[in-house]
């Protein structure tokens, strides 16, 4: 509906966290203890091998997605994306845009009826359409009208493939473009997406225009990872924390659980720690393979040392 006071919606901020990811690292198996983002064989492992189904591969989507959606990185980030040598790991899954475009669909949905334009279409009118499967003729016209003829969209993303990757899904659900309107993202052939851009890509036209652009701004300014911006504070203010008492004790006494978990998951206990804990391992990553696990209903015990041997 309109704006619950009567007013005009004149801007939107939508602060989003990226879509479901395959965990950060393996820690099933003995082996993950000298995981490496330099390893070039982690592909070649079991729990690779089925990480590898639930992702697109490569960059095959995000390609596709740039066509409408290009990505724009300031300099003073690094060449490549952050978390580009880990494949599988770390990815943004099919389900993971699937989520991302849902959640841009209903932006559109809300913010197709109020602020500015309700004054445009009118409070009985249907909902501003989406662009459509890429509008025009297919000869490089301007896609039918949509959501972006009456607001001014814009996207900003760290410099890791999973959140520009996500970015775009939204982006794709908000105005449309890539797939056609009213298809079931939940029923979304990504690959098919893909390979549709992949062949468009060597033929003299280009199907799609740009909509709106994905940016990841200057690293010494951008508010969106805290991290990035300034590791030195960061490590400063961690550090001052697990070196307090609370945490220390706290941390401590969490010993055993870990003791048993990295009995479990090996690759806990080999983990690099930045900062040395009395539990000896980083519980980040303990909670990072539960979740991601139960997410695609992988067994906890899959692919571990014991589970193989068995």
């Known amino acids: 509906g309109n704006s619950v006071n009567g007013g005009i919606v004149e801007g939107v901020w939508v ?28 592909d070649e492992t079991p729990e690779a091998r089925f990480w590898s189904t639930v992702v697109p591969p490569g960059r095959s989507v995000h390609k596709a997605l740039s066509v409408r959606f290009p990505t724009s990185v300031h300099p003073s980030n690094p060449s490549n994306f952050l978390d580009s040598k880990r494949w599988p790991y770390g990815c943004l899954t099919y389900r993971g845009m699937d989520q991302m475009r849902t959640a841009g669909r209903r932006c559109a949905v809300r913010y197709g009826r109020i602020g500015h334009q309700v004054e445009l279409v ?39 493939l999973r959140t520009i990757k996500s970015a775009q899904c939204f982006l794709d659900g908000l105005v449309g ?49 805290a991290f990035d911006r300034d590791p030195a504070l960061m490590s400063s203010l961690v550090s001052e924390v697990v070196d307090s008492p609370r945490f220390l004790r706290i941390d401590g006494a969490a010993a055993p659980l870990a003791a048993r978990l990295a009995n479990h998951l090996p690759g806990l206990a080999g983990c ?13 990553h303990a909670a990072d393979h539960f979740v991601c696990r139960s997410s695609h209903g992988v067994p906890y015990s899959s692919y571990t040392d014991s589970a193989m041997a068995g």
């Open 15 to 42: 602060f989003h966290r990226h879509g479901d990811r395959t965990p950060s690292r393996p820690l099933a198996s003995s082996s993950a203890s000298s995981f490496s983002s330099s390893h070039e064989s982690w």
């Open 122 to 160: 009118g409070p009985s009118s249907p909902p501003t359409p989406l662009g459509g499967g890429g509008g025009g003729g297919g000869d490089g016209d301007d896609p039918p009208p949509c959501l972006t003829d009456h607001w001014d969209v814009t996207s900003n993303s760290t410099n890791y």
């Open 177 to 225: 473009g890539m797939t056609t309107e009213g298809s079931d993202p939940r029923k979304m052939d990504w690959d098919a997406l893909a390979n549709g851009a992949a062949a468009a890509s060597g033929g003299k036209q280009q199907r799609h225009r740009p909509v709106a652009t994905v940016r990841v701004r200057d690293r010494a300014t951008d508010t969106l990872n």
């Open 272 to 284: 690099k720690q930045a900062f040395p804990s009395p539990s000896g391992i980083n519980w980040i």
